[in-house]
T-cell receptor
Framework: DAGITQSPRHKVTETGTPVTLRCHQT?????MYWYRQDPGHGLRLIHY???????DKGEVSDGYSVSRSKTEDFLLTLESATSSQTSVYFC??????????????FGEGSRLTVL | KNEVEQSPQNLTAQEGEFITINCSYS?????LHWLQQHPGGGIVSLFM???GKKKHGRLIATINIQEKHSSLHITASHPRDSAVYIC???????????FGTGTRLTIIP
């Protein structure tokens, strides 16, 4: 168990408001990812991080920003939420020991509804 | 662009049946993952494969790198196996995974 928690688990907000989702791990895994899951689509990568202050964009990064100031926390921010960002968001970590990618471990998911 | 196709999209079977779920992809990969997601639930990693075959309990995963194809088998299926099974592939030198849209499996008692 990689000890990964997401917060909040559920959130309802209004269009135009900022939202921050938090992913917290209890171990020191370098690689962390934010995905969104929508009906009819596979999981899609929003942003990922390969270390403190090292982040990169995924395939659906528009409208999202991330920060990683500590190894254990990876924050996903919607600066101005839109209805198209209604989704379930999953954080994941790569449990690699070195350079070779390893098993994935996912958080429980955060369900965001933007009205 | 890597395309990941899973088949079937939906599968309903009787308890005890042997189940096969397929995953095909279009580019060379360094690893393939099989994931399980129960209704309303989180996502659990079942296998990570780069070649050959792996077995864990009643689950078996195989991969054929030359044919760009993987299968997930479930022997002696049980209602608790009802879930969405997701295939994901990682291209060489790429941190980004490409996910299939999943196979929804329902096992009827």
């Amino acid at each position: 168990d990689a000890g990964i928690t997401q917060s909040p688990r559920h959130k309802v907000t209004e269009t135009g408001t900022p939202v921050t989702l938090r992913c917290h791990q209890t171990e020191n895994h370098r690689y962390m990812y934010w995905y969104r899951q929508d009906p009819g689509h596979g999981l899609r990568l929003i942003h990922y991080s390969y270390g403190v202050k090292d982040t990169d964009k995924g395939e659906v990064s528009d409208g999202y920003s991330v920060s990683r100031s500590k190894t254990e926390d990876f924050l996903l921010t919607l600066e101005s939420a839109t209805s198209s960002q209604t989704s379930v968001y999953f954080c994941a970590i790569d449990m690699r020991g070195g350079a070779i990618p390893g098993e994935l471990f996912f958080g429980e998911g955060s369900r965001l509804t933007v009205l | 662009k890597n395309e990941v196709e899973q088949s079937p999209q939906n599968l309903t079977a009787q308890e005890g049946e042997f189940i096969t779920i397929n995953c095909s992809y279009s580019v060379g990969i360094s690893a393939l993952h099989w994931l399980q997601q129960h209704p309303g639930g989180g996502i659990v990693s079942l296998f990570m494969l780069s070649s050959g075959k792996k077995k864990h309990g009643r689950l078996i995963a195989t991969i054929n790198i030359q044919e760009k194809h993987s299968s997930l088998h479930i022997t002696a299926s049980h209602p608790r196996d009802s879930a969405v099974y997701i295939c994901a592939v990682r291209e060489f030198g790429n941190e980004k995974l490409t996910f299939g849209t999943g196979t929804r499996l329902t096992i009827i008692p």
